[in-house]
Nanobody, 124 residues
Framework: QVQLVESGGGLVQAGGLLRLSCAASGRTLSRYAMGWFRQAPGTGREFVAAISRNGNSISYEDSVKGRFTISRDDAKVYLQMSSLKPEDTAVYYC???????????????????WGQGTQVTVSS
């Protein structure tokens, strides 16, 4: 069992930036492809970004391309968010996928482990 813990959320003004982090309790993340998803009030959870085990394969949802950057090391995965917009307001979740070695998935059903989420609120 992998327990993921997100941190770094908060309240920020539009145009600002935040950096989210995700770590696994007591273990390395090197054996997992990692993803970030988000869920805004009244909506379903949606894909944001994903990174492969070795960091060579990365995917972004279209609305965050050029504004968000996903990165990782063996201990953590990060989501650097800049030029934030009110529509980025959501609970952000990190997730781990053990089945993929060199690719990433945009589908939440492919991820076995999930964190509890961290709230990001962008004010206009």
């Amino acid at each position: 069992q992998v327990q993921l813990v997100e941190s770094g959320g908060g309240l920020v003004q539009a145009g600002g930036l935040l950096r989210l982090s995700c770590a696994a309790s007591g273990r390395t993340l090197s054996r997992y492809a990692m993803g970030w998803f988000r869920q805004a009030p009244g909506t379903g959870r949606e894909f944001v970004a994903a990174i492969s085990r070795n960091g060579n394969s990365i995917s972004y949802e279209d609305s965050v391309k050029g504004r968000f950057t996903i990165s990782r090391d063996d201990a953590k995965v990060y989501l650097q968010m800049s030029s934030l917009k009110p529509e980025d307001t959501a609970v952000y979740y990190c997730a781990a996928d053990s089945s993929r070695h060199y690719s990433v998935s945009r589908y939440q059903n492919d991820y076995e482990y999930w964190g509890q989420g961290t709230q990001v609120t962008v004010s206009s």
